[in-house]
């Protein structure tokens, strides 16, 4: 007897011993693959939703800054603490700015790739395997959630940076707890304490995923039980309990107003109806892939992977019948819509890609290293075009000018002309720019917010946060309706127009029409100000 229990320990320890060193590769691994996301995923810190978390960082920072339309720049993230954080480490470090935005960067791509091969590692035995499904997911890091307007990342950062890898370290420390390696007291504490942290750490910094990776652990509790009862109804009552909490939403909801409602409806990725096919497509592909190992059918996979993709399609299908139910443009409120149910097929996707590159890794590619070279270095090359189709006229990689090797041009012609502003107009200056700027020709969505440091009249891009506050709908739309067109300069009284609620400067295109000088002028934007 004594020496079955010393063969057991014995056994322990050498898994243990073995579980180490697959870490140790792991960190490795995850290490170049994060520089090698960096280089095909691009890095775009002022652009899209960068661009609108950034201006609220660069006040904290200095408050003179944005005077005119701070509501607009100040909470856009409402109970986040994602401005003040980065803000602090900006202070503390005695860094600026840009490098620790990008030191956030590849940290949460490091992280979300890490938390990817804990994941793995507890469904496939294979170093194929568990080496396919996070180098998949590096390569696809930035790819579109069907039609949610979300990337699984970005090529930015925003609080998701943050939320996204504390949601997969949830996961983990959920499995750590329910579903233990080692069957040790202290496996399950630490596991307990890295979920519970995780998601707390997701809630402080996006409060809407963080609530969405709560649901996701729950349901992956009720797939983990090793009772038949409790995963089927407990499944099933955990998607009725979100059902009625949608229903109760929508009931308590208030009135909205005719005006709030145009402004909602502006958000077409709230709406299913509004969807293109393709990506209803990108809804109910996942959850068929994932529909093949949930039902025990995949040979590569154990217990635990067949209870995540289990947790998927639970997690997807509830939001898919709430989104049906009550995210609907005809709805009296849209109070449901507001908060994105289909946001949940972030981690739906992350499962899916697992699947996938394992899948990949196992049966394909094998341990030749040439298949992988080849295989990777295709899809490598789809991700590079996609974000060379995106931000065409902007640099790959727009790193911190500290980086001296990363010197070679200051942007696009856009970028340039905003840097002028930051560099040659007084901080209390209030810009008017066309309300569609950030979509024309070579600008690549850039934020002028965040580059030129100056406030300026809402325009589309200020839609989504006038869309969660109600109190704005009146000044959004009529900063649209005043600048709609301006940039072309077609009709001049706008410019009295854009004058008398505030602006003292417009940005135009190099063609528009003034009949007054202007200051700044390039081959593509005009900078003037109004007399």
Request: proline share 4%; net charge neutral.
């Amino acid at each position: 007897m004594a020496t079955s229990i010393a063969s057991q320990l014995s056994s322990v320890e050498l898994e243990l011993e073995q579980y180490r060193r697959e870490r140790s590769f792991a960190a490795a691994l995850v290490t170049v693959l994060t520089l090698v996301a960096l280089l095909i995923h691009g890095y775009h810190p002022y652009a899209e939703d960068g661009g609108i978390y950034l201006p609220e960082i660069k006040r904290l920072l200095d408050p003179r800054l944005y005077p005119y339309g701070a509501e607009f720049v100040v909470g856009h993230l409402r109970y986040s603490v994602f401005a003040p954080l980065v803000a602090g480490m900006v202070r503390e470090s005695r860094l600026s700015l840009e490098m620790v935005l990008l030191l956030v960067h590849l940290a949460s791509f490091w992280v979300t790739l890490f938390a990817a091969w804990l994941l793995a590692a507890r469904c496939y035995g294979s170093r194929e395997a568990r080496g396919g499904a996070v180098t998949l997911l590096a390569v696809w890091l930035t790819i579109p959630i069907a039609g949610t307007s979300l990337m699984l990342m970005d090529p930015y950062v925003t609080a998701r940076s943050i939320s996204t890898p504390c949601a997969l370290l949830a996961l983990v420390g959920a499995l750590q707890f329910l579903s233990p390696r080692f069957e040790t007291e202290g496996e399950r504490r630490r596991g307990l304490t890295l979920c519970c942290g995780a998601l707390a750490g997701a809630g402080i910094m996006h409060p809407l995923m963080g609530a969405y990776a709560l649901g996701w652990v729950l349901v992956l509790g009720a797939a983990l039980s090793v009772s038949r009862l409790v995963r089927v109804w407990g499944t099933v009552g955990l998607g009725l309990a979100a059902v009625l909490a949608a229903t109760v939403v929508q009931l308590l909801a208030p009135v909205e107003s005719v005006a709030y409602q145009r402004v909602m409806l502006t958000r077409s990725y709230w709406f299913l109806s509004q969807w293109h096919w393709y990506e209803w497509v990108g809804l109910a592909a996942p959850l068929m892939i994932l529909a093949i190992v949930a039902m025990g059918r995949s040979r590569t996979v154990d217990s635990v992977g067949v209870a995540l993709a289990r947790a998927s399609m639970a997690s997807g299908g509830t939001a898919i019948a709430v989104a049906l139910l009550f995210a609907r443009e005809g709805a009296g409120v849209h109070q449901v819509a507001r908060l994105q149910p289909l946001r949940i097929f972030q981690l739906v996707y992350v499962v899916m890609i697992l699947v996938a590159g394992a899948t990949l890794g196992e049966r394909v590619l094998q341990r030749r290293a040439w298949r992988w070279v080849a295989v990777f270095s295709v899809l490598a090359a789809v991700m590079v075009l996609a974000d060379r189709e995106t931000f065409p006229g902007s640099k790959h990689l727009e790193l911190p000018e500290a980086l001296a090797w990363a010197a070679g041009g200051a942007g696009n012609r856009w970028q340039q002309a905003f840097v002028w502003i930051r560099e040659s107009t007084p901080k209390d200056a209030v810009f008017a720019l066309d309300a569609y700027y950030t979509v024309k020709d070579g600008e690549d969505a850039q934020s002028f917010r965040a580059i030129a440091e100056r406030s300026s009249l809402p325009d589309s891009k200020d839609g989504g946060t006038a869309s969660n506050r109600p109190e704005l709908t009146e000044e959004w739309s009529r900063g649209m309706a005043l600048q709609t067109g301006l940039g072309r300069g077609v009709d001049v009284s706008q410019f009295a127009a854009v004058k008398s609620i505030g602006a003292t400067w417009v940005v135009l295109e190099r063609d528009a029409a003034t009949g007054f000088g202007c200051a700044y002028e390039d081959e593509a934007v005009k900078v003037c100000r109004l007399p």
